[in-house]
């Protein structure tokens, strides 16, 4: 049986309270940075990226020129190019119109969960994508509308804890990715992690912290193929 929108949907919820937790955040800290609540609305519309909204209001605060703005936000998002590339083999067959919509809205938890759904040999297809990536983008957009709304109450939401739901999502993520893959698998899983690891530590010693995630990214994909070609 093909999986459905409303599949893709459910398989969102899981994700949703890192979405609410950071979405919110975001929202606060934007109307910390003295944009009005429209101004973060069309933020989260328009950027839809968690990282790259703390960046651009952070940057927003200190008077930073817009091509060093535009230059550091095309950075963090770069990883994006990864996650497409590695996704877009599972929906290949597909028209050239859905795998845009799947592009233009997969986020790191949409990957994630995809990924998941792939590594199962789940049939996941452009309506369970768009199911996922749509719950995704509408819950991000309503959490930083609220975010907007309430920040003149919330002047620091570290202190709920909303910091660490970002953290917390992808913990979960990557346990129930872990328990569902075979021995063989989880092994070069986690020697690829551990690529990923040392690049980063060695990497930050002469670059900076947005460019040694992406090139230790690449590393760590890297040494996945080769280690999957060995086994």
Known sequence: MSLTFKDGARACVPTLLGYIGIGIAAGVVGKASNLSVLEVTLMSVIIYAGASQFIITGLMMVATPITAVIFTVFLVNSRHFLMSMATAPAFRRF???NNIGIGSLLTDESFAVAMNA??????????W????NVTAYV???LSCLVGALIG????????????YALVAMFIGLLYLQLIGDKTKSIR???IA??????MLIFLLRFVSSEMAILFSTF???????IVERKA
């Open 95 to 97: 028209s050239l119109l």
């Open 118 to 127: 792939i590594a199962n040999k789940e049939p996941i297809n452009p309506p």
């Open 129 to 132: 994508m768009h199911g996922l």
């Open 139 to 141: 819950a991000w957009i």
């Open 152 to 163: 003149e109450w919330l002047p620091n939401p570290a202190q709920f804890g909303l910091d």
């Open 188 to 190: 070069n899983r986690i």
């Open 193 to 198: 992690m551990l690529t990923v690891t040392v």
């Open 219 to 225: 590393a760590g994909c890297f040494m996945g193929i």
